[in-house]
């Protein structure tokens, strides 16, 4: 049994919460607390009292750990039912309530979420028009002007009564065997709603499907009442590939700004930090969005986190916001430290790229004063399934149980530039990466044989694309380029980037070249030879490469995970080296063989 559960047919509340708690740990791998069963059955027991006509599925999954608690279908319709039996409520702000002795999400806010992923993500929302009510069934004074909100059994019964005629089987199909795929990534949503995002983010992105989780919304909350009282405070933030981390630091940075406080947002990263800074190069409020977001580290002293950084053009800063806060070295860590009142930390230290780079919880905690530390645990832009299945083949944790992905390998580089091609053809964005190796990058010249990285002849000599006839470039230019790459300008399969051009940005579906650098040889092992990425200098890969195998070990693998992790739908890889896409094409065979991956997936 899996989730959503088609409630109609029980008579016993128990039996309905058994049966859903059996769903919920086949689908997450966890059974849910003793507070979840029991609410269930105090709800379970008001909505089988209904004897409603209309199929109700619960616990319908959305992205992460988020499940909408009801969903009721009529032949055309859906109604989302989030169902809350706090008996005190006080709203804190448009994010957050106080409920019961404790900090949640705002229900409205919640539920308006709900629908909008429900939408615009969830391939029913063609066909099906979503809507939402909000059953507050202890409490009969909360009140919002943000949704719509019954207190009682008899009023949700004449909600649902008023939606349509009852859905069949063939009507709740689509909802139950649908799938989640993000239309618009976050740049993209951002250029097309730049002025409505600008003048309120947090609602503007909620409405396109883009709203904030519980976790996240209270992590906004802490931060923003830590900027309101002027407190000394630093806020680590962990999450994995996926989790959201930009979207949050985003939203803290306008929201800040429309509230009239000093932030920023600080990246290390110049290719991420020239393309937000050219889709937010707005005005808010006599505020040039643009100009808010800053190095943290430059390589030239001139970051928030180095010495030469003119602290006087930027002083009494409230808030400044460190996303990618995982490539920070140890002095950049404790000189931001000095730069604002409230400092937000946004990492994860499976992305550390360069053998200096120092953003691991451990220094944070060393160097970091008036600590909170939080957590990104659900995953929205990729699924959880497929980023177990990533650290599966890196570093052999436990393989996912299923996989909602697309996961596409070739032996054949014609074929896979095909296949993106015909991804491309449909209106999908995709990308294309590539491992450092081969070739090194030429700035001075962008038609040098240095910066060909798919074609013949390669500086390194390495001729498996001789009678290709593809000939493929390093991305290089990153004010102009990598911008444009990204907002879809370019063709993406004329161009390549590396890791350091893959980091925070996303597409449908990425092409990845998994080069000659990280080789299976019974085990993972590091090829030098191939690698030309110098960036860092003594600390680069390349040096790593030869004077430290665990640190270089470390990198590359950190380094893929990265390259493997910005698809939104997929993504196709070719092998540069044999022996390892057969390894990864061993372990893919056995999953589909065992069932965990349907035989008719792509």
């Not at 008579?11 to 849910?32: F, Q, R, T, W």
């Amino acid at each position: 049994m899996d989730l959503p559960v088609v409630i109609n047919s029980y008579a016993d509340p128990k039996d309905m919460v058994e049966d859903l708690s059996k769903a919920i740990m086949n689908h997450y791998g966890e059974y849910p607390s003793p507070e979840e069963r029991k609410t269930w059955i105090s709800l379970g027991k008001n909505i089988l009292n209904m004897k409603p006509r209309h199929p109700i599925l619960a616990e319908t999954p959305l992205f992460g750990l988020e499940r909408a608690d009801l969903v009721v279908v009529d032949t055309n319709n859906a109604l989302i039912v989030e169902a809350k039996g706090w008996k005190n409520v006080k709203k804190i702000s448009g994010l957050v309530v106080y409920a019961d002795g404790s900090y949640h999400i705002d229900p409205c806010y919640q539920l308006n979420n709900y629908v909008s992923k429900m939408r615009f993500f969830h391939t029913s929302g063609s066909n099906i028009r979503y809507r939402g009510i909000l059953y507050m069934y202890n409490n009969h004074t909360y009140s919002s002007n943000s949704c719509r909100i019954v207190h009682s059994i008899d009023d949700l019964r004449n909600e649902i009564e008023r939606i349509g005629n009852p859905g069949t089987a063939d009507d709740i199909r689509p909802i139950i065997e649908g799938k989640f795929t993000i239309s618009d990534d976050l740049i993209d949503l951002i250029m097309k709603y730049q002025q409505d995002i600008v003048k309120d983010a947090v609602n503007t992105l909620v409405s396109r499907g883009y709203g904030l989780s519980e976790e996240q919304a209270i992590i906004m909350h802490r931060v923003l009442e830590a900027v309101k009282n002027r407190q000394e405070m630093t806020f680590l933030v962990h999450g994995e590939s996926g989790s959201g981390k930009t979207l949050v630091a985003l939203d803290l940075l306008l929201d800040a700004v429309k509230k009239g406080y000093n932030a920023m947002l600080a990246y290390r990263n110049n290719r991420l930090l020239n393309t937000m800074r050219q889709v937010l190069d707005l005005n808010a409020g006599g505020v040039m969005i643009g100009s808010l977001i800053q190095y943290y580290s430059t390589g030239r002293g001139k970051g928030i986190g180095e010495p030469n950084f003119d602290v006087s053009k930027y002083n009494d800063m409230d808030l400044i916001i460190y996303d990618e806060a995982q490539r920070m070295t140890q002095n950049v860590i404790e000189t931001t430290q000095t730069r604002s009142r409230v400092k937000v930390y946004f990492f994860d230290d499976s992305q550390i790229l360069i053998g200096d780079e120092a953003g691991t919880l451990e220094n944070f905690r060393r160097y970091c004063k008036n600590v909170t530390e939080m957590n990104l645990t659900a995953t929205f832009r990729i699924s959880r399934s497929y980023l177990q299945l990533v650290r599966h083949i890196l570093w052999n944790e436990r393989r996912p149980d299923s996989l909602n992905y697309e996961v596409n390998l070739f032996d054949d580089v014609v074929n896979f530039m095909e296949d993106l091609r015909e991804k491309h053809s449909h209106g999908n964005k995709t990308g294309l990466l590539c491992a450092f190796t081969e070739s090194k990058g030429d700035k001075t010249n962008p038609t040098s044989d240095q910066n060909r990285r798919i074609g013949y002849p390669l500086p390194s000599g390495f001729d498996i694309y001789k009678n290709s006839g593809l000939d493929i470039y390093w991305l290089m230019n990153e004010r102009t380029e990598y911008p444009r790459y990204w907002r879809g300008e370019l063709d993406p399969l004329r161009y390549c980037a590396s890791v350091y051009g893959a980091q925070g940005f996303e597409a449908d579906y990425i092409g990845l070249v998994w080069g000659r650098d990280l080789v299976w040889r019974n085990g993972w092992d590091i090829n030098a030879d191939p690698i030309t990425d110098t960036i860092g200098n003594n600390y680069s890969l390349k040096s790593m490469a030869r004077k430290n195998h665990d640190i270089a070990m470390k990198l590359l693998k950190n380094r893929y995970y990265t390259l493997m992790t910005r698809g939104i739908r997929g993504i196709d890889i070719f092998f540069e080296d044999h022996q390892t896409g057969k390894h990864i094409s061993d372990i893919i065979k056995g999953m589909r063989e065992n069932g965990f991956i349907p035989h008719d997936d792509p």
